[in-house]
């Protein structure tokens, strides 16, 4: 774990809290939920391990259209969304956020509409593509997911991946951005637009 001020690390703790409040505010969020749930993470600067990341212990889950974060947000918390940050840090420092929301085919196909109205740079990648040597290795796709859409964004950090099924796995979207209150209100604006799309 790098060194860094408990001030530092208090700012991204209260941050989370924050961003958790503003989502728990917004009844449509529960339509993004997630089989696996949801969660959100927002690492330390130039952050190198999972230690370095905070999120929600035990993820965040819904009843009844509300939203529902069991603990305060800590560091070490995450490991999935921890550790795509980890490698999205490797190629822009400035990207520190990222939240998981549900994937449905519909959902993907609006949101592509979506991204272009809202200069949202949108990627996908096709696990089917994935090497079989990198299957067998534990851990090693997130850097390969997380390399391909970045190839698939030009060579920069796209605001939302997905990613297709695979054996085993949820297809899941994440959104990424510089704070966990910056990523917050953009899920929020998504989640309003997609319940009102008609």
């Not at 851990?139 to 997911?145: D, F, L």
């Not at 997905?162 to 989640?191: H, M, N, Q, S, V």
């Amino acid at each position: 774990m790098i060194p860094i001020s408990e001030e530092i690390k208090d700012q991204i703790l209260g941050n989370l809290v924050r961003a958790v409040e503003l989502l728990s505010g917004c009844p449509a969020i529960a339509e993004l939920m997630p089989e696996v749930r949801m969660n959100i993470a927002f690492c330390l600067p130039n952050a190198t391990s999972l230690g370095d990341v905070a999120a929600i212990p035990g993820r965040i889950t819904a009843y009844k259209k509300e939203l529902i974060a069991y603990r305060y947000p800590a560091f070490g918390a995450s490991d999935h969304l921890a550790r795509a940050l980890l490698e999205v840090q490797k190629n822009d420092p400035s990207i520190r956020a990222a939240i998981n929301f549900k994937y449905t085919p519909e959902l993907h196909e609006w949101l592509e509409s979506f991204a272009k109205r809202e200069k949202l740079t949108l990627v996908c990648v096709d696990r089917t593509e994935e090497p079989e040597e990198i299957k067998s290795i534990d851990g090693a796709s997130m850097p390969w997911k997380i390399q391909k859409a970045i190839e698939l964004a030009d060579n920069n950090i796209p605001d939302i991946t997905c990613e297709t099924e695979a054996p085993g796995k949820e297809p899941l979207f994440k959104l990424f951005g510089k704070t966990a209150t910056d990523i917050a209100k953009k899920l929020i604006k998504i989640a309003n637009a997609w319940v009102n799309r008609r």
